[in-house]
Antibody, heavy 123, light 108 residues
């Protein structure tokens, strides 16, 4: 079964660092783009960026460039999303999502979704 | 950046009725690279439609997508109780791959 399983909920303080993960199984990890989507409480979906695990080619939304780091670990079939210094405004649900097709182009819809990781940043 | 505007914000309908959701883009979407997703409370989004009009695997045929250029539509021919949810469109040709703000389909 193709699935993405995300790490558990986190509660952090402003200024702390954090890395959340998305473990893929049931398919060829290196040949599908995986991205991250933010959903702030009661709000809509925001596309953050994507990575191609085969060569770690990474694309960011300008809104998130420099604010987060997306990485892939081929040895563990895991994609991560990392913050060096959290803000209260980072409080949100974060979803990882895999593209539909096994293609090198980044032009595709997101077909397989993780269950989400809730990140709460509060002093 | 391509901005997607969805309308209406909320659609109040009864089971069995037809739902028509609109998604308008700020510029033409090449090759109709537009998707529709459904999200229920407490759940991750689910892909319904890709490439504007192709149904994803396992999606019932009461869901259909149409449109081209800057105007796209998601139609649900006969609403089932499980279809009441929030629906988002997303363009994936440009970067960033932007989402619309969502349309909530609620029970009247």
């Amino acid at each position: 079964e193709v699935q993405l399983v995300q790490s558990g909920a986190e509660v952090k303080k402003p200024g702390e660092s954090l890395k959340i993960s998305c473990k893929a199984s049931g398919y060829s990890f290196t040949t599908y783009w995986i991205g991250w989507v933010r959903q702030m409480p009661g709000k809509g979906l925001e596309w953050m960026g994507i990575i191609y695990p085969g060569d770690s080619d990474t694309r960011y939304s300008p809104s998130f460039q420099g604010q987060v780091t997306i990485s892939a670990d081929k040895s563990n079939n895991t994609v991560s999303l990392q913050w060096s210094s959290l803000k209260a405004s980072d409080t949100a649900m974060y979803y990882c999502a895999r593209h539909r097709r096994e293609v090198v182009t980044a032009v595709d819809a997101s077909h397989i979704w993780g269950q989400g990781t809730m990140v709460t940043v509060s002093s | 950046e391509i901005v997607l505007t969805q309308s209406p914000g909320t659609l109040s309908l009864s089971p069995g009725e037809r739902a028509t959701l609109s998604c308008r883009a700020s510029q033409s979407i090449i090759s109709n690279f537009l998707a529709w997703y459904q999200q229920k409370p407490g759940q991750a989004p689910r892909l319904l439609i890709y490439d504007a009009s192709s149904r994803a695997t396992g999606i019932p045929d009461r869901f259909s997508g149409s449109g081209s250029g800057t105007d796209f539509t998601l139609t649900i021919t006969r609403l089932e109780p499980e279809d009441f949810a929030v629906y988002y469109c997303q363009q994936y040709v440009g970067s960033p791959k932007t989402f619309g703000q969502g349309t909530k389909v609620e029970i009247k």
